[in-house]
Each structure stands twice: as C-alpha cells, then as structure tokens.
T-cell receptor, first 109, second 113 residues
Framework: GIQVEQSPPDLILQEGANSTLRCNFS?????LQWFHQNPWGQLINLFY???GTKQNGRLSATTVATERYSLLYISSSQTTDSGVYFC???????????FGSGTKLNVKP | NAGVMQNPRHLVRRRGQEARLRCSPV?????VYWYRQLPEEGLKFMVY????????ESGMPKERFSAEFPKEGPSILRIQQVVRGDSAAYFC???????????FGPGTRLTVL
C-alpha cells in the first residue's frame, strides 16, 4: 500500500513561533486532507488540498502533487494549536484514507 | 446542519462481551467509513459501506468484527467477544459521493477491561 510519512514526529514551540509540518507520500493521490486531533481526541478537518495552496487564518497548506508532498504552515502559534496533526491521502479508485503517524505539537505559553 | 454523530462516546466492556458502535452520517450522505485508532498511532481504515452494501472491508479483522449500514438507521460496527487489544478509538466518517471529502465524527472510545 501507499506510504505516508510525516515529519517531525514531535515538535515543541513557544507561543508565537511559526512552524512547518511535512507529509510525504509514495504514490499519486486523488485526495489529501490535513486534520488536527485536539487533546480531547476530536478530529478537526483543516484542509482538503489534493494540489495547490490554501489559507485559513493562521494556517495554510501547500500540496505539490507531482513531487508527492504537502506542507502545513502554522504561523503565530497559540496554545490551542497543541495536539496531533495528521495528513491523510486517498488513492484514485480507492475509497479510503491512508493516514500518516502524525506530528505531535506542543505549544508552550 | 448536523455533522457525523457517533454514540456512545465512551464504552467500557469486559473481555468476552459484545460492543456495538453507532454512526449517523451527515444528512444526505450515503457513504460511510470506519477507522480505528490504537493508542499513540494514526487512524487505520477498517471498512467502507454504502446503504445496504459493504464495498471494501479489507481493513476489518477476519473474526469477531462486522459492520452494516441498513436502509434505515445508523451504521453499526459490531465487535463480538471483545479482547483487551480491541481497546481503541473508533471513528466514523461520511461522504456525499465517491472520493468526496470525508467528514469525521467525534469517535467512540472503547475500553476493554
């Protein structure tokens, strides 16, 4: 199956700092989504981004499908950004997501 | 516009009991997916269903696990004779169509004592 690798696995930031999370995938994909799992376990859909760039407030994401990677940018981080960030990809003709193992972010006040 | 609903949110079972997890998709969505998240891991696909049909169950354990999505009512994930290794968070997602955005529910956290 497809490999989805996220880096870094763990990240500690001081409040106000910026960060970049990376997701590499081993095959062409039809769909890519970024999720935030908050400390209560809830999965929040951040971006649907199979290609191109999107922005939503302090968060933005870029997917370069031809080079098989996606980046999630967090600017001016806040303690509420803490949690685990997952990248998930969906292959053509396969109606299921393959998740990476996540980046665990801890933003300290 | 309600999102994906899952109940119960927390479920405790003793070894050997049955666990039934329910998922109501977004209104109008006819595609349902179940994923399992073991502690400290990412989510793993289990099964994909459309109304009354199992489309892909390649991620389901061969024994004790079953899923259904009847014509009326929620999708059910059923685990018979639970064991400690079944302790996990089970997430349901739904989509409007094939390869559309999947919307995830809040999950059911199953603890097997």
């Amino acid at each position: 199956g497809i490999q989805v690798e996220q880096s870094p696995p763990d990240l500690i930031l001081q409040e106000g700092a910026n960060s970049t999370l990376r997701c590499n995938f081993s095959d062409s994909v039809n769909n890519l989504q970024w999720f935030h799992q908050n400390p209560w376990g809830q999965l929040i859909n951040l971006f649907y981004i199979p290609s191109g760039t999107k922005q939503n407030g302090r968060l933005s994401a870029t997917t370069v499908a031809t080079e098989r990677y996606s980046l999630l940018y967090i600017s001016s981080s806040q303690t509420t950004d803490s949690g685990v960030y997952f990248c998930a990809v969906e292959l053509y003709n396969f109606n299921k997501f393959y998740f990476g193992s996540g980046t665990k972010l801890n933003v300290k006040p | 516009n309600a999102g994906v609903m899952q109940n119960p949110r927390h479920l405790v079972r003793r070894r050997g009991q049955e666990a039934r997890l329910r998922c109501s998709p977004v209104k109008g969505h006819s595609h349902v997916y179940w994923y399992r998240q073991l502690p400290e891991e990412g989510l793993k696909f289990m099964v994909y269903l459309q109304k009354e049909n199992i489309i892909d169950e390649s991620g389901m354990p061969k024994e004790r696990f079953s899923a259904e999505f009847p014509k009326e009512g929620p999708s059910i994930l059923r685990i018979q004779q639970v064991v400690r290794g079944d302790s996990a968070a089970y997430f349901c997602a739904s989509s409007a169509g094939v390869q559309d955005t999947q919307y995830f529910g809040p999950g059911t956290r199953l603890t097997v004592l």
